[in-house]
């Protein structure tokens, strides 16, 4: 077996506990989740696993240590992202002319949930310097391949991840439906999702780790 049962009885609890902490991917399932309903909560969550994937193969091929190499690049990145987050929640915040319903939180688009989690997972580099921190920690190159295994262990840590955003994503999805039976409410929502984007690109842009 490329990657032993000791090494995965490690690596599996340590990977649900940080899949269980609150982060900017649970945030912004959430958001998403409120703003257009279960289907768009999950269909982000997707996205954000999408995301993750990528930023684990270019790990294993060690483009993440050139990124980490290289503050600058590393900084225009998290701007980058930072952006992003910032346009999300100004089209949040320019919705309130719309027509809220149940139906059309039901019918939010899933797709544009699943592209957006990919686009904001991948412009923050943190996540793919913690993968190039974390998983190396139980990759053994006596055992094979480094990248399969980089890749195993990225899919095990992402399959944790997606399941407790799908989650959050769905419950905040049937809460924003419920909701948003009430026109006033439903715009109470947007604006709330708005500021969790808002919060987000604070938080990416205030960290002074990052």
Known sequence: MIIPYETLLIFVPTALALNMTPGNDMLFCLGQGIKSGPRAGLAASFGISTGALIHTLLAGLGLAALLAAHPVAFQVLRWAGISYLVWLAIQ???SRNEKFSATETRRGSAFRAWRDGIVVNLLNPKIIVFVLAFLPQF????????LLQFLLLGVILNIGGTIINCLVG???GQLGRFLARSAR???AFQLFTGCVFLALAAKLAFDQKA
């Not at 990759?139 to 480094?146: A, H, I, K, L």
């Open 92 to 94: 949040a915040f320019r």
């Open 139 to 146: 990759v053994d190159p006596s055992r094979g391949s480094v």
């Open 170 to 172: 769905a419950f905040a």
């Open 185 to 187: 409410i439903a715009r």
